[in-house]
């Protein structure tokens, strides 16, 4: 198979029927159906993340990676794999594709793309952040390629996230509330989780989970 242009148009077909209704949601899903946080400022710098779902054993999974610790910025923090769009990109999934590349050596030939979710601003970070919502059949590989930015890679499966004794709420001293998880000694929350929690929600996986539940963000990602 030849290698996918960075401008490829996303493959709602290539959804597993699991997927179906998630991507028929992100149809007509707006920014504020996936993250209250207004519109991206002018200025703001461009980024994509990739949310890839597959599927193991353990049944249907997302694909989290773990900033390294000696990061300047977000250090230790959970996420998508994704970061900034280069000129040559040629669009969302392109950025996407090629940081899930560098990142953890994902083949972007494994990957379908399904949707394209509107730009996310994070105001703290001053960046417009694109989900690229995907597929990827088979028994993917992916490992650590890049020791300096990504210190853990790990499947996720589903089952994992949706468990209503892995969900919590998230609070910090100048007072940010956001659901979080934590699973597998991954602890989940900030932008990453949001977009879970409302993927999660959208595709009809979440199950109902104590909202009351709260833990007070870990002091190593106040720094």
Do not use: C
């Not at 494994?110 to 960046?127: C, K, Q, T």
């Amino acid at each position: 198979m030849s290698a996918p242009s960075p401008l490829r148009k996303p493959e709602p077909e290539r959804a597993p029927d699991f997927l179906a209704p998630l991507v028929d949601k992100l149809r007509t899903s707006t920014r504020d159906d996936l993250m209250r946080s207004g519109p991206p400022e002018t200025g703001s710098r461009e980024a994509a993340v990739l949310v890839l779902v597959g599927e193991s054993a353990a049944g249907p999974d997302v694909l989290l990676t773990q900033r390294s610790s000696t990061m300047r910025n977000h250090r230790g923090q959970v996420s998508f794999p994704g970061g900034s769009t280069d000129p040559g990109d040629g669009g969302s999934i392109g950025t996407a594709l090629r940081e899930a590349e560098e990142e953890v050596g994902l083949d972007p030939t494994a990957v379908h793309p399904l949707s394209v979710m509107p730009d996310l601003y994070i105001p703290r970070s001053g960046f417009a952040v694109v989900p690229v919502l995907a597929w990827a059949d088979g028994d993917y590989e992916v490992h650590v390629r890049e020791p300096a930015e990504v210190a853990r890679v790990e499947r996720v499966p589903i089952s994992a996230l949706v468990d209503p004794a892995h969900r919590f709420t998230v609070t910090h001293p100048m007072g940010y509330r956001g659901p979080a998880f934590e699973v597998d000694g991954l602890f989940i929350w900030g932008f990453t989780a949001g977009v879970l929690d409302r993927l999660l929600d959208l595709g009809g996986f979440a199950s109902a989970w104590d909202e009351t539940t709260e833990r007070l963000l870990p002091e190593r990602y106040m720094r």
